[in-house]
Nanobody, 123 residues
Framework: VQLQASGGGLVQPGGSLRLSCAAS????????IAWFRQAPGKEREGVSC????????YYSDSVKGRFTISRDKARNTVYLQMNNLKPADTAVYFC?????????????????WGQGTLVTVSS
């Protein structure tokens, strides 16, 4: 399974971006997909997740109410809509996939990683 993340860029505070995570095959029915981020000098953080079995969504407290995760099974793609972005959201964002039904609740080490896409929030 290959995951291709895209959509990062430079945006002003308060702006929006939409990240995409495209899978190389039809996996969204059996792999949960999460977005992680890592800022310079900081630990990796689980940001959001969508569970394969029922589409339930999960968010970290730092992004709840501002970010929305969704999936398009026909396109094998998961999206992360990020609104009201803050400088603290600046990081490299990675998508990841895992078979475990507990993955979204724990943001543990995934079975598959995609490459990162850089999001910079700055005026």
């Amino acid at each position: 399974v290959q995951l291709q993340a895209s959509g990062g860029g430079l945006v002003q505070p308060g702006g929006s971006l939409r990240l995409s995570c495209a899978a190389s095959e039809r996996i969204l029915d059996y792999l949960s997909i999460a977005w992680f981020r890592q800022a310079p000098g900081k630990e990796r953080e689980g940001v959001s997740c969508i569970r394969s079995s029922d589409g339930n969504t999960y968010y970290s407290d730092s992004v709840k109410g501002r970010f929305t995760i969704s999936r398009d099974k026909a396109r094998n793609t998961v999206y992360l809509q990020m609104n009201n972005l803050k400088p603290a959201d600046t990081a490299v964002y990675f998508c990841a996939a895992d078979f475990s039904p507990l993955f979204c609740g724990t943001f543990g080490d995934p079975d598959y990683w995609g490459q990162g896409t850089l999001v910079t929030v700055s005026s």
